[in-house]
């Protein structure tokens, strides 16, 4: 944990992506000037500051705070809820709904950082959550507290900060067990060099899980126990679910450095009601039944369909987005198996795209791709 | 305040919040007299209240005795502000008084617009009720919403309503909720300092009223009958009212203004004559999802509020994980303090006092149920709506044939409850069998409070599965059904012998006859079995007579496990019997399509009957019937195919004789769709004789390929409907034997080719053959 973070402006203009703490200093700021409701010890904001500075609104100075998760507030309500009784969250969901990216908000608000990440792979050992050897040293001096590699988890437990792990039902349920200690406990040993870090306050954990994972290392009732479980959902309605796609393409596209203008609403409407009507297996007038792709056709998804629809109308186009550029990232997000969902995908342009009013030049645009 | 001598509290729903707030409010007003707005038509039944017995969720039941369906629901719960206030009453010992409009002219209102409709219900000239599978919701009964701000009992949509409509709705939205029961929750039902809380009410209402257009009639006309009540309280020198009434009318209430116009709007009202009884009620039918349009989302919620104020999410949670484990679902102490501590924080988060329903939720779903939306069903289901039957003391009154329906049940041990179970009767015992017929005999009444249902498995004929759930509708159900008598059995044998006496069609008089030997009743059962030899002798459809048959065949076989007389029905049987073989011919001829299907049904329904009866004589004069109709060409080919396959069942048929038949019956004379129907008549819905009969196989076969092709076009679809019927195993079994049959075929080909083969021209090409394919020809071979 000794990288330094740039900070100064320019150094942070060169990174491709800020963490939500650089992104959005300013709110932060904002937001910690104007509360005066009690924190919980190690919190950088009270848990009110921090649900509006992920649902959004207006302080009391005028500064308007950006919405980071867009949809049911209760959902949010309850995550927030969760961390200030010191209690581990669990998001869970399908993918693109959201999940790292309000875990990462939480983090960014509650601790100022958001970056003590261990991602969970089928390859995430102990050593990634408890601590490793610096072998080098641990030969030439014996085991010493020099020679130990702090993991994310041991930093936010010396600090008191919030850890994250992306994709917890990936990890081998061996390795997640290792968990239960450190959330019940709230300790974490080191026989070797006769010591513990015992977490200061302020410490917890996000883990995040994909609901298509279900069955792959389920969580074992003991460490179920200590995570509360806050289902985030896909949207609820088509409106909805446009802002969505239409605010992070946009942030994206800023964040890229995409010269195009701001995308049309009309393609991303339609690009959305694509992913909804494919999602649900059915026509949004609710009278022909749709096969679905294997795909998750998230919001994530679609946000990456208008990002790489904007890229090529900015370069290769004439800087609009239109229904040509969005084609082939359209197809790519749909089209996962080769063989299913170009069925699935063919079925759906003949029944549906070629038919709807207006619809003509997506249709004709997607017939070339394929 | 106008005056000190007249309080108005203005009311809503069954609210526990509202309820301590007004016992509260009364203690401190200390009134002498309580007047609340409920029918005065039920004053009398009012003391009953405070008998230790009587156990919420009742209802008061306001009927005309002369129209039972008539009808008017005034619910109640512990919860309930208005049974508050008169608890408070009459712990006091101070009068307490119903004060709308009396039930009396509300339901003459009813009864006027539609006065033949009313003629018609007269005993007399009623609809049969003799169908048992009618259920027993009462048409014309409404409930009435104690407390409730809406006039009309239907809820009006919170985002789209006036003031006037849902005045509850319109005040969260200013206050800017979506949800108008989560606001009130909120303001109302939560608060503990409950300190002017009525005059706040007052005062927003008074707001809203002063807005809204005046009343209509009908609400007029209440308003003007309170006013009047208290009036007349005043006039009796009471001099601290208390005046319980819905929100929306309280401001209306508290000025009373001159009498002269309520007078005149009062005037020349007609009254019908109506009585009122407490009956029991559920928690069902208190939620809203019930239908009841205004009624509360939670009543086991709000129970739990009421009876449990201090610590009462603690107390939840710990329901709700006791609830779990006895699902064998995980829920350990540890988590549930978990959950209580982040509906707390949630709570808090929330700006809320305390946390509510919603914030409970939210815990349970997130510690106790680990994010799964499943079990939040059976929590929905068994603590937040908490299913339960009230209970009304015995001294209630009540009509004769309730009284003689609670004997039975006493005597029978069994309890109506308002959760759905199953019972298994084993009709060899005494009580089972009584208790079958008491069940049986309420289906005749329209009170349906057990529900037959299918045998699973192996259950033989002397078991019975029912499925018992009371309904607090059956009361109005068992009012009307007192005016046929005055014992259940009484009122039974009234409604079948009037049921009989009206219908016309003889199916409908032996389903009759089914339902009186089910319940048990030796008088309706001669009866009807009277009834059903006149018409009989009377009926000129055949297929009628053989519908007939089954429920007869039936009793005449399952009848001693009942107790039943058989011997009055076999001559029934026999005389409808006779009828039928001598009319089955002429019935079957000249069908149409669809007529031949039910003529296939009406043999069928024949044939179990014959089957069930197993009598030699008339065995074998229904196999003579049958056999007429094969061989008739004018009858339908689905007719005759299915006489055909009836015969070869039972073995009667000679296998030649049936490749005889086949042959005639596919013979290309014959129009194709004629014969394609015969196939699908023998074939009904088994493949089995197929399979077995090779003759069959091979006519049909022959009968196949010598069809044009554009007749076997036309009657393709046909044949392919009588093969779609048959089981998968069946079919392969066919493929199967398609392979053996259609071998032989292949090896006689053989035979023919080889016949027709000149060896000597066949040599002069081996020699070429045995180079290309690289062998050498041996000589003798050849």
């Known amino acids: 944990m000794t990288t330094a973070f740039p900070t100064d402006p320019a150094a942070l203009d060169a990174v491709q992506r800020r963490h939500a703490e650089q992104q959005f200093a300013e709110e932060l700021a904002e937001l910690a000037r104007d509360d005066d409701k009690p924190r919980p010890p190690n919190w950088e904001l009270s848990p009110w500051a921090v649900c509006t500075y992920l649902l959004g609104g207006t302080l009391a100075n005028g500064f308007i705070i950006s919405p980071k998760y867009i949809g049911n507030q209760r959902v949010i309500q309850g995550a927030v809820a969760t961390l200030a009784t010191d209690r581990a969250l669990l998001l869970y969901g399908v993918p693109g709904t959201a999940k790292s990216w309000v875990s990462e908000h939480l983090a960014a608000a509650i601790s100022g950082k958001s970056t003590l990440i261990i991602q969970g792979t089928a390859g995430t050992d102990e050593s990634a959550i408890r601590y490793g050897w610096n072998y080098a040293r641990l030969l030439a001096e014996g085991p010493s507290p020099a020679a130990l590699v702090v993991s994310p988890m041991m930093f936010a437990m010396q600090q008191g900060k919030l850890c994250r792990i992306e994709e917890l039902t990936r990890i081998s349920a061996e390795v997640q067990d290792t968990l239960i200690t450190i959330l019940s406990e709230k300790t974490l040993p080191v026989p070797e060099l006769n010591m513990e870090v015992q977490a200061r306050k302020g410490f917890n954990v996000i883990a995040t899980a994909n609901s298509r994972d279900r069955g792959v290392n389920e969580l074992s009732s003991a460490l179920m126990r200590r995570f509360n479980t806050v289902v985030l959902p896909v949207p609820e309605t088509f409106e909805q679910e446009v802002h969505i796609v239409e605010q992070r393409a946009t942030a994206l596209g800023r964040a890229l450095e995409l010269p195009a203008e701001t995308p049309a609403l009309e393609e991303i409407r339609r690009v959305v009601a694509v992913f909804r009507e494919l999602r649900e297996g059915l026509t949004s007038d609710g009278k022909t039944k749709l096969k679905s792709p294997s795909g998750t056709l998230s919001p994530a998804e679609a946000i990456s369909v208008i990002n790489s629809g904007m890229a090529m109308a900015a370069y290769y186009g004439d800087g609009a987005l239109r229904a040509d550029d969005l084609a082939a990232g359209l197809t790519g997000a749909i089209v996962k198996d080769p063989v299913q969902d170009l069925i699935v995908w063919k079925e759906y342009l003949q029944t549906v795209v070629k038919e709807r009013q207006g619809w003509k030049d997506l249709y004709r645009a997607c017939h070339e791709v394929l | ?782």
């Open chain 2, 1 to 782: 305040m106008p005056d000190d001598s007249l309080t108005v509290f203005g009311i809503r729903h069954h609210g526990p919040g509202c309820a301590r707030s007004l016992r509260a409010a009364l203690e401190a007003l200390a009134p002498d007299i309580v007047l609340v707005e409920g029918p005065p038509d039920a004053q009398s039944v009012l003391p009953l209240i405070m008998h230790e017995e009587m156990r919420p969720p009742v209802a008061l039941l306001v009927y005309a005795p002369e129209h039972p369906r008539l009808a008017a629901y005034y619910p109640f719960t512990a919860f309930s502000p208005e049974w508050q206030a008169l608890h408070y009453a009459f712990q006091q010992n101070i009068p307490a008084r119903f004060m709308d409009l009396p039930q009396a002219v509300q339901l003459a209102g009813m009864l006027k617009p539609a006065p033949e409709e009313a003629a018609q219900e007269e005993p007399v000239d009623r609809e049969p009720t003799g169908s048992v599978a009618v259920p027993a919701v009462p048409e014309t009964a409404f409930i009435h919403v104690p407390g409730q701000v809406t006039p009309d009992p239907a809820a009006g949509d919170a985002s789209s309503a006036a003031p006037q409509e849902d005045p509850i709705g319109f005040l969260a939205k200013i206050a800017g909720y979506d949800d108008r029961e989560l606001w009130w929750e909120q303001q109302v039902e939560q608060r503990r300092d409950a300190t002017d809380l009525f005059r706040a009410i007052l005062e927003v209402m008074t707001a809203l009223r002063n807005d809204a257009p005046p009343p209509e009639k009908e609400e007029a006309q209440r308003e003007a009958s309170m006013r009047q009540a208290i009036r007349v309280a005043r006039k009796e020198g009471f001099q601290r009212i208390a005046v319980v009434c819905g929100a929306w009318h309280a401001p209306v209430l508290a000025e009373l203004g001159p009498a002269k116009a309520d007078s005149t709007l009062l005037s020349g009202l007609s009254r019908a004559a109506v009585t009122a009884t407490w009956i029991p009620w559920t928690n069902s039918r208190l939620a809203s999802r019930s239908g009841y349009g205004a009624g509360i989302e939670s009543p086991g919620w709000y129970e739990h509020l009421w009876t449990q104020p201090e610590g009462a999410a603690a107390r939840w949670i710990t329901h709700a994980a006791r609830l779990l484990r006895e699902r064998d679902l995980d829920a350990s102490s540890a988590s549930v303090i978990e959950a209580v501590r982040l509906a707390d924080a949630l709570a808090a988060l929330r700006n809320v006092p305390a946390p509510g329903l919603a914030e409970l939720n939210e815990a349970i779903l997130a510690v106790l149920c680990h994010g799964e939306k499943a079990p939040m069903a059976l929590i929905r289901d068994r603590l937040e709506i908490g299913e339960r039957l009230g209970e009304v003391p015995d001294e209630t009154p009540s009509v004769p044939l309730q009284q003689d329906l609670a004997a039975w049940q006493r005597r029978l041990r069994l309890k109506p409850s308002a959760e759905a179970k199953v019972l298994d009767l084993d009709l060899r015992g005494e009580t089972d069998r009584d208790r079958s017929r008491l069940l049986h005999r309420l289906q005749v009444l329209n009170v349906p409070w057990g529900v037959p249902r299918p045998h699973t498995g192996t259950a033989s004929t002397f078991h019975e599965l029912w499925q018992l759930q009371w309904q607090p509708e059956f009361a109005v159900g068992l009012i009307d059904a007192g005016l046929w008598g005055n014992t259940v059995e009484a009122a039974v044998t009234a409604t079948i012998r009037h049921a009989a006496a009206n219908a016309t069609e003889l199916p409908a008089l032996t389903g009759l006859l089914d339902s009186a030997i089910l319940a048990g009743l030796p008088g309706a059962v001669e009866h009807v079995l009277g009834a059903v030899q006149s018409k009989a002798a009377l009926a000129a459809d055949v297929r009628h007579l053989m519908d007939a048959l089954p429920p007869l065949a039936r009793v005449a076989r399952y009848g001693d496990v009942r107790g039943t007389p058989v011997e009055h029905v076999i001559p029934v049987i026999d005389g409808l019997f006779e009828r039928v073989v001598a009319g089955l011919a002429s019935a079957c001829a000249s069908l149409d399509d669809d007529a031949a299907g039910g003529m296939v049904q009406s043999i069928a329904n024949v044939q179990t009957s014959i089957s069930l009866l197993q009598r030699a004589d008339q065995l074998a004069e229904w196999q003579d019937a049958l056999r007429d109709i094969i061989g008739r060409d004018m009858i339908h080919g689905l007719v005759r195919g299915w006489a055909c396959r009836l015969l070869l069942e039972a073995g009667v048929l000679e296998d030649t004789e049936l490749e005889n038949l086949t042959r005639i019956a596919l013979s290309p004379v014959n129009p194709a769709p004629q014969a394609a129907s015969w196939v699908e008549g023998v074939l009904r819905g088994s493949g089995l004789l197929l399979l077995h009969q090779d003759g069959l196989w091979l006519a049909l076969d022959r009968w196949l390929q010598e069809l044009d092709g554009e007749t076997f076009t036309a009657v393709l679809p046909l044949v392919r409907r009588s093969f779609s019927g048959f089981q998968p195993p069946e079919r392969r079994q066919m493929g199967e034997k398609v392979v053996r049959l259609g071998g032989t075929s292949t090896r006689s080909r053989k035979q023919v080719i080889a016949d027709d083969i000149e060896p000597r021209r066949a040599a002069a090409v081996l020699p070429v053959l045995a180079r290309i394919l690289g062998i050498a020809l041996e000589d003798q071979e050849l």
